[in-house]
């Protein structure tokens, strides 16, 4: 059997073979310099600010589809539709979104429930305004028929003034196990 061809880092001169590399052009046996290990790469990209890891940074993120990103500056996606069916079609994405934040400041807390102190499962509870409301409140602005309850929003930036609406996370959530959820809830109502 024939051995896998080793390669040199550009950056670091370490040896290694192929898989281990990443390139910006093609791969080219004559042209091994252009080739960085994996270590690297990720020191490149972070030194670019490219591995930033922020919502909103992934959020602004460009495609390499110009054409794609330039009908969508000049055509936002505009919506047109009652706050209740707001509710019904885009709430669901937005709570999920919300599942993502949350999931990481969960983990922080160790499986500590906030309630009784214990460990369980832990589930992420609105303090003060429940997400509805925040989210009322920022369709608030974008009412064009008070009677009949119509908005009209560009769909892109409403979601991330919601989202933006929720933060910081530590002021708008806690983090309960089940039972602790629901007498935070029952409390909440009345």
């Known amino acids: ?26 791969i080219d046996i004559n042209r091994p310099y252009d080739l960085t290990c994996r270590i690297c790469y990720q020191a490149i990209r972070k030194a670019r600010g490219r591995d930033t890891g922020t ?19 000049n055509n936002p996606s505009q919506l047109t539709c009652t706050i209740r069916q707001f509710h019904s079609f885009i709430g669901p994405k937005i709570r999920n979104d919300i599942q993502i934040l949350t999931k990481r400041e969960k983990a ?9 102190g214990g460990r369980a499962e832990l589930e992420a509870a609105h303090v003060g305004k429940t997400r509805v409301q925040i ?24 979601i991330v003034e919601i989202i933006e609406a929720h933060m910081p996370l530590s002021e708008h959530f806690k983090f309960f196990c089940a039972v602790c959820h629901r007498k935070f809830d029952a409390v909440k109502v009345e």
């Open 135 to 158: 989210i009322d409140s920022v369709l608030a602005k974008y009412v064009i028929d008070e009677e009949k309850h119509i908005i009209q929003v560009d769909l892109g930036k409403v």
């Open 108 to 116: 922080k807390l160790n499986s500590v429930c906030q309630g009784h």
């Open 55 to 73: 919502i909103q940074s992934r959020a602004k993120r460009r495609t390499r589809n110009t054409h794609n990103n330039n009908h969508h500056q």
């Open 1 to 26: 059997m024939s051995e896998k061809p080793i390669y040199t880092c550009k950056k670091c001169g370490k040896t290694k073979p192929l898989e281990g590399f990443y390139t910006n052009s093609k």
